[in-house]
């Protein structure tokens, strides 16, 4: 985004907080699962799709940065909570989602624990640049 003097910052932010102690495989793989949730459900986040060249086409991106952020398993709980009171948009994965096969599954997964139980270790937020700062309050940039 550019309004003719450099870029704009956006009054919105999304990020991905992924809990410390997940394995690479994880933390690649939790991070588009959640992403993917962000786009579908913030469509206006999504940019125009690419083409090179040559005049091959290429699948749209998000139009402004994901930040991706780790923290223990206290620094997600207690963002989750705060995300909850804000009413941001969240998208969660739990570790019961690992051993699952499918979306409907996973869906089964999560709707079978309250919120104040689930063994979350990763999240997605999307809301106001402000909201989303003070929810991941304790998180730290990831590696």
Known sequence: MENGNGPVRAETKTAVLLRDDLLGWQRVNVTAFLAGGVGTAVPELVGEAYADADGNDYLPTFGQPV??????KEVLTAAHERALRRALAIGVFTSDLFATGDDEANRAAVRAV??????????AFHGPRRDVDRVLKG?????
Do not use: T
């Open 114 to 123: 309250p919120a104040a139980r689930l063994d979350l270790v990763g999240l």
């Open 67 to 72: 930040l991706v952020l780790e923290g223990g």
């Open 139 to 143: 998180a730290r940039m990831h590696p």
